[in-house]
Nanobody, 121 residues
């Protein structure tokens, strides 16, 4: 069983930046991604990166402010979030799967527990 663990959430002021980290166990290199769920809303896709790191895709509304990256050949992925807005407040979930691209609707097979990001002054 693959374990997925996120870190790096917290409270940040509007306009600020935050970087989330995620590590997944397992011998094979996984495709990895991020989803988020705001209070009272459905979970939504944020970004994903391929097993090699050579391909990425984003939800269009966040591209330009959020950047996903990974450590080569390791199941460690980052989400750099800039120019944060109050509407970015959500629980952010790391997701992993053997196959890329990760489904933007259902996500991949393995999920972390989530990390809270709160954007507020």
């Amino acid at each position: 069983q693959v374990q997925v663990i996120e870190s790096g959430g917290g409270l940040v002021q509007p306009g600020g930046s935050l970087r989330l980290s995620c590590a997944a166990s397992g011998r094979s290199t996984l495709a990895m991604g991020w989803f988020r769920q705001a209070p009272g809303q459905e979970r939504e896709f944020v970004a994903a990166i391929s097993n090699s790191g050579g391909s990425t895709h984003y939800t269009s509304s966040l591209k330009g402010r959020f950047t996903i990256s990974r450590v080569n050949a390791k199941n460690t992925v980052y989400l750099q979030m800039n120019s944060l807005k109050p509407e970015d407040t959500a629980v952010y979930y790391c997701n992993a799967d053997q196959i890329y691209p990760i489904s933007t609707t259902q996500g991949g097979a393995f999920w972390g527990q989530g990390t809270q990001v709160t954007v507020s002054s």
